[in-house]
């Protein structure tokens, strides 16, 4: 089954973990790094284009700066991965010269992809180059980004990345075999699981929270990233990066690592972009009845639906869709502002001219607009 997923593979995008690519003492581990290139390299000769997320500027800078221990003030990751980018860089470049190939890189901030625009722009680059032959190697802004402009994780940012560059396939490499029915590291009986078919509650729980001393999401983001990539349509392998030639192994079909498959009915770009990219800046509450018809019949979302609304935005704005439980089960974008949503919630359609003085349409999110969770 791995063989047939995997042969109409023409673009990879391959994340790769802080764990991965340094050594025990924390510094860049060129051993591994010359190895992952070297594979890399073997699967641009067999006509795979490939997109790098590099994760490690942090970990390279930490041995630059001489601390000990993981930079733990905002201000110091920032000047750890200002000067560890450099440092990263110049390793996959030296690691890929000797196959003749070039790097360049991308750096991104999440405001960056929540911009339509910049989105596109992004995507324009990191097609020119893959065009030109060089292999885009992709990381956080790490200098200029606080809280809340923050990917969080390079895993959430290999998701997005996978939609953004249209790639057929997201690896991740980490620091363990894959995805494990427990903690590997609390639970000794802990099993491998080889196959996950979609990321339900019971993976999720799996996954749970737990961080390893240099990584930053632990287990639980790459489960979420590959839930994305699978809503996109691609599919996920978790792989051991530090094994040499795995990439090459994971991608002839051996039974490697953990593959998550895609969602059997994918979103589109757009819709892909509109929910897990774009930042929310509002919710909006429905009753029961709104609910059932956005969830089950696709939908979209009259005013009468609407219980309550909270948030600043305005038209076009990006709003959470929550049950009466509080819970968000959707996300689209508003065809009015808070504020005059507020004056609509609960009326009729037809009563928005009324109520506003003007109407902009009769819905509040309309279907081609709202994506369920
Ligand atoms: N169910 C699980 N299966 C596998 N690993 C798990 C699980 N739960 C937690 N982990 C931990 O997640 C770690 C990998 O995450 P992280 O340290 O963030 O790596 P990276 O630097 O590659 O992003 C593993 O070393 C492991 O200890
Ligand atoms: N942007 C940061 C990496 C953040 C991150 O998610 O790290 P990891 O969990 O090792 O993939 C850096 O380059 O150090």
């Known amino acids: 089954m791995r063989k047939k997923l995997l042969k109409g593979v023409k673009r990879v995008v391959v994340k790769i973990g802080s764990r991965v690519l340094t050594d025990d003492d924390g510094a860049l581990d060129m051993t591994v790094i010359g190895s992952i290139c070297n594979d890399i390299a073997a699967l641009r000769g067999q006509g795979v284009q490939v997109v790098v997320v590099s994760s490690g500027a942090i970990a390279a800078g930490r041995s630059e700066l001489g601390l000990l221990e993981k930079p733990k003030t905002i201000p110091q990751k ?4 200002a000067i560890g980018q450099t440092r990263l860089m110049r390793a996959y470049e030296e690691a890929m010269k000797p196959h003749g190939l070039k790097v360049a890189q991308v750096l991104l901030t999440s405001e960056d992809l929540a911009s339509r625009q910049r989105f596109l722009n992004a995507r324009a680059t990191v097609d020119t180059l893959l065009g030109f032959g060089i292999i885009p190697v992709i990381n956080e802004n790490d200098t200029v980004v606080v809280d809340e402009i923050k990917f969080g994780d390079n895993d959430n940012l290999s998701a997005l990345v996978t939609n953004m560059a249209e790639a057929d396939l997201l690896m991740i490499l980490t620091d363990i075999e894959g995805l494990y029915d427990a903690d590997p590291r609390t639970d000794p009986a ?20 737990a961080v390893s001393a240099v990584g930053t999401g632990g287990m639980a983001t790459k489960v979420a990233a590959a839930k994305k990539a699978a809503r996109n349509g691609a599919p996920t392998m978790l792989l051991l990066g530090k094994q040499a030639g795995i990439i090459i192994n994971a991608m002839e079909g051996s039974e490697v690592g953990t593959l998550f498959l895609p969602a059997a009915a994918g979103l589109n770009r757009r819709k892909h972009w509109l929910a897990y990219t774009l930042k929310p800046a509002g919710r909006i509450t429905v009753d029961d009845g709104a609910r059932e018809v956005l969830q089950k019949k696709g939908r979209s979302l009259l005013p009468s639906g609407v219980v309550q609304v909270e948030g600043r935005f305005d038209r076009g704005g990006c709003v959470r869709i929550c049950g009466l439980d509080g819970k968000e089960f959707a996300r689209g974008l508003a065809d009015y502002s808070v504020t005059e949503i507020a004056k609509l919630a609960g009326r009729k359609s037809k009563e928005i001219e009324e109520v506003l003085g003007y109407r902009y349409g009769d819905v509040i999110v309309h279907r081609d607009n709202l994506v369920v969770l």
């Open 190 to 209: 802990a099993q491998l699981i080889p196959l996950v078919r979609s990321v339900t509650r019971d993976i999720e729980r799996m996954a749970g929270g």
């Open 78 to 81: 920032q000047a750890a991965a």
